[in-house]
């Protein structure tokens, strides 16, 4: 619409401007037309003038001439002195017809001819000739000039009574186009206003629509630019954090470990005959060690999770069955004063995530509705298929469009106020008071999200609730590793090693070192044990009898995986362990473990290492 106006706009101004141009010339040849009208009655008064100045000359100079009366005298002078200028004036409106111009023509010998007659006879009277000058007026020939010279008058007056018969018509004629003309310019005006105003009503329409879609753009841009903000702060504080959590992993495992063996030596001491009572009385602050212990590894596990730096293991993952399964629990968490509806999405794809990560994520927002509803409430947890597309990939720049499951929990809480919602993904943000919360629960879930490929938004109004909804990607095919075996408690028997079997331990950290060599021993393994790879290389160099390696993975000036290859190299087939408490891309990609790597995280315990390592020599 708005290119066909641009279109006719010019047209109808073209147009417009033809309409004047023709209304000027209809102007004009309306003037032309009124002139040459009355220049007709012009010349038909100087043609009525004339006859009657000849009449009255005749008649003054007869009445003279019978009554002797000067005043006709005076009258006969008048019209004598008048007749050659009007014979002059009407050949001069003639000039320009011809025909009327050869009637003036035939006239000039009888007009001469007359004036003639009049100053002899005006002479003769002076002479006081009256008689011959009567004569000569009452003569044939006088009143045949006289005769001519009216005929000829008249003539031309016929003549110019048709001209004006005519002119008065195309006169006429003219005045009704040019009405014609005015009338088609003011509707063709009047159209091309209304036309005009189509276009800049449209043009304003489109100017808005255009407006609001830049200012859609601005708020897009500035959303994306956000999460591009967010996005680095988290990667920054990542990588901060998960080389803390390296080292954190390094001490923690020498904390629990010694822990462990103490443990383990104080209860078989109390288990004994001669029982010394000051092991029982250790077991206790010995277990209060352990649980700080451990709560500061399940800190840094945490701290890994948000970094996005945790080693995932992503299955084959049926919402609606991970949420089944864990309604009990779910039910004893919250208590009786908040009930719990499910929504379960119909044909709901399958989604790509660890399963036991994915549990955590549900059990910390169920925690967090739990907090926002301390009178009570209702608690939904719905799933479903979507399709995010390519304007909400690019509105939010963190996330690839495409086919998604999705999980949304649901509170009726107090909600969250809009000023602080865009900081509850932030590290350490929390609203609870001090010493309640860490303000990793909803980072956690951020990291975990966003490691799997994924997108969590949330959404909240103060005192009516808060929504949060997880988007994992679709799997659409087969699973890439099978569950993980379940683990054994502590209280469970250690298995130990088989005879002459020989473990290759590498380990930068001397205290890790010394802690994982001294269980492996006490389980009757030969332990080979270096500080870096060259060294592990240098043991080897005689190709001694090894049934493992068990390697750290962030290892001085090489990696854990690099050694691995080399040694798989004098070794085929070689089954390999490692451990870490810091994944990087040496055994991890796009945030998950390789399928073909065995991993045992730190910190770990006396059983962990005995059970994993039995499992990975049975499975050979």
Request: aromatic residues 6%; neutral net charge; glycine residues 8%.
């Amino acid at each position: 619409m708005l290119k066909r106006s641009r279109l006719l706009i010019p047209i109808g101004f073209g147009l417009v401007l033809i309409a004047i141009l023709a209304i000027v010339v209809g102007l004009v040849r309306a003037q032309h037309a009124e002139r040459t009208v009355t220049h007709t009655f012009e010349v038909q008064q100087a043609a009525q003038a004339l006859i009657i100045e000849i009449r009255d000359a005749e008649a003054s100079k007869r009445s003279y001439l019978l009554t002797g009366d000067y005043e006709y005298l005076r009258a006969f002078d008048a019209a004598l002195a008048a007749i050659p200028a009007g014979f002059e004036e009407l050949h001069e409106l003639t000039a320009d017809n011809p025909v009327q111009k050869a009637r003036m023509a035939a006239l000039v010998g009888a007009a001469d001819a007359k004036i003639e007659e009049f100053s002899l006879t005006r002479d003769m009277i002076q002479r006081g000739q009256r008689d011959t000058a009567l004569n000569i007026i009452n003569s044939q020939e006088s009143r045949a000039l006289t005769q001519d010279i009216r005929q000829g008058l008249t003539a031309i007056l016929a003549a110019e009574r048709n001209l004006l018969v005519e002119r008065q018509r195309r006169a006429r004629n003219v005045r009704y186009l040019l009405a014609g003309l005015i009338g088609f310019a003011l509707v063709l005006a009047t159209a091309l206003a209304a036309l005009l105003a189509v276009a800049t009503r449209q043009a304003l329409s489109d100017l808005v629509q255009r407006t609001s879609e830049l200012e859609a753009e601005s708020r897009m841009r500035a959303e994306a630019e956000d999460t591009l903000r967010q996005a680095q702060k988290m990667e920054s504080v990542g990588q901060l954090t998960g080389g803390m959590a390296h080292d954190f992993n390094n001490l923690l495992t020498i904390i629990i470990g010694n822990l462990d063996t103490v443990k383990r030596q104080l209860t078989g001491t109390a288990k004994s005959e001669n029982a010394n009572p000051l092991a029982a009385k250790l077991m206790k602050p010995v277990d209060a060690a352990m649980q700080g212990a451990r709560s500061a590894a399940q800190l840094t596990q945490r701290l890994l999770a948000f970094s996005r730096r945790q080693a995932l293991e992503p299955a084959r993952v049926d919402f609606n069955q991970l949420i089944a399964g864990m309604l009990d629990m779910i039910r004893r968490t919250l208590g009786e004063n908040i009930s719990i509806e499910t929504v379960y999405g119909a044909g709901l794809w399958p989604a790509f995530a660890d399963p036991h990560q994915l549990e955590n994520l549900l059990l910390n927002l169920a925690l967090n509705a739990k907090d926002a509803m301390p009178e009570g409430g209702c608690l939904t947890i719905e799933t479903a298929n979507t399709y995010l597309d390519e304007a909400y990939a690019r509105r939010f720049g963190d996330v690839e469009a495409g086919q998604y499951a999705v999980l949304c929990v649901t509170d009726t809480g107090m909600g969250i106020p809009p000023n602080i919602i865009d900081l509850v993904f932030e590290p350490f943000f929390t609203t609870k008071p001090r010493g309640e919360g860490s303000g990793l629960g909803l980072a956690m879930v951020h990291g975990f999200v966003k490691q799997s490929g994924g997108h969590v938004r949330i959404y909240s109004e103060a005192g009516k609730g808060t929504t949060v909804k997880v988007y994992l990607p679709r799997m659409t095919g087969a699973e890439v590793r099978p569950a993980a075996p379940a683990g054994k408690d502590e209280t469970s028997s250690v298995p130990r090693a088989e005879p002459h079997e020989t473990i290759l331990l590498v380990e930068d950290n001397d205290g890790v070192r010394d802690f994982a060599k001294g269980v492996l021993q006490s389980l009757g393994y030969t332990v080979l044990e270096a500080r870096h790879a060259a060294e592990a290389l240098r043991l080897l160099k005689g190709k001694p009898t090894i049934h493992l390696l068990f390697t750290d993975v962030v290892l001085p000036e090489t990696n854990g995986r690099e050694l691995a290859d080399t040694i798989r190299e004098k070794y085929p087939g070689l089954p390999v362990l490692f451990t870490t408490g810091y994944t990087r891309n040496a055994i991890v990609h796009q945030g998950r473990l390789d399928p073909d790597v065995q991993l045992l995280n730190k910190p770990y315990t006396h059983q962990d290492l005995a059970s994993k390592v039995r499992e990975m020599l049975d499975r050979e």
